[in-house]
């Protein structure tokens, strides 16, 4: 019972933070999974793909998470958690947000969470590559898919299967 009242603490906070989006508490999620629950960076790196490739939010690997710790219901607390909190805040200050029109305060609002919520989805985005730029192979994959979605209009999703697919034949053959 003690952990899923961690979970559910752990996770509603998260939920408040993410500010810009669940991107914003990656590096944080990753931290206290790491920390409490010896969720490895690796295993981080493959729920978030999951995450991100299935239809639907990708924070939903919160899911994932919360079955590995403590099972259905871990899913179903983490899930709770993470997803009630801000959704009723966003409610909330949306509603406010219609009330106050456009106002200097709420421009002035707007200019100050820009740059916060862009630095935490940064944070998050480095929590996420630190994991997953293991070696030389990850690092390679890593630029050229990078270079590929920069400079054509093939969608993203095909080149990232495709990159995932060239990494684990490489895994398979013994290079890392």
């Given at each position: 019972?003690?952990?899923?009242?961690?979970?559910?603490?752990?996770?509603?906070?998260?939920?408040?933070?993410?500010?810009?989006?669940?991107?914003?508490?990656?590096?944080?999620?990753?931290?206290?999974?790491?920390?409490?629950?010896?969720?490895?960076?690796?295993?981080?790196?493959?729920?978030?793909?999951?995450?991100?490739?299935?239809?639907?939010?990708?924070?939903?690997?919160?899911?994932?998470?919360?079955?590995?710790?403590?099972?259905?219901?871990?899913?179903?607390?983490?899930?709770?958690?993470?997803?009630?909190?801000?959704?009723?805040?966003?409610?909330?200050?949306?509603?406010?947000?219609?009330?106050?029109?456009?106002?200097?305060?709420?421009?002035?609002?707007?200019?100050?969470l820009e740059?916060?919520?862009?630095?935490?989805?940064?944070?998050?985005?480095?929590?996420?590559?630190?994991?997953?730029?293991?070696?030389?192979?990850?690092?390679?994959?890593?630029?050229v898919t990078?270079?590929?979605?920069?400079?054509?209009?093939?969608?993203?999703?095909?080149?990232?299967?495709?990159?995932?697919?060239?990494?684990?034949?490489?895994?398979?053959?013994?290079?890392?």
């Amino acid at each position: 019972m003690t952990i899923l009242i961690h979970l559910a603490l752990t996770f509603g906070m998260l939920s408040l933070l993410a500010v810009g989006g669940g991107t914003a508490v990656l590096h944080e999620m990753q931290e206290v999974l790491q920390a409490r629950y010896q969720i490895t960076s690796e295993m981080f790196v493959h729920v978030y793909s999951v995450g991100q490739l299935a239809p639907g939010p990708n924070m939903t690997m919160v899911l994932i998470f919360g079955y590995q710790i403590m099972g259905a219901m871990g899913a179903l607390i983490t899930g709770v958690a993470f997803f009630l909190p801000s959704s009723i805040l966003c409610f909330a200050i949306g509603r406010l947000w219609n009330r106050i029109g456009d106002t200097p305060w709420r421009r002035a609002v707007q200019n100050a969470l820009e740059p916060i919520s862009i630095g935490l989805m940064c944070s998050g985005v480095y929590a996420v590559a630190r994991a997953a730029l293991s070696g030389p192979l990850s690092i390679g994959l890593a630029v050229v898919t990078f270079g590929i979605i920069l400079r054509t209009r093939i969608n993203p999703v095909y080149v990232i299967l495709v990159a995932g697919g060239v990494g684990a034949g490489f895994k398979a053959l013994g290079y890392h």
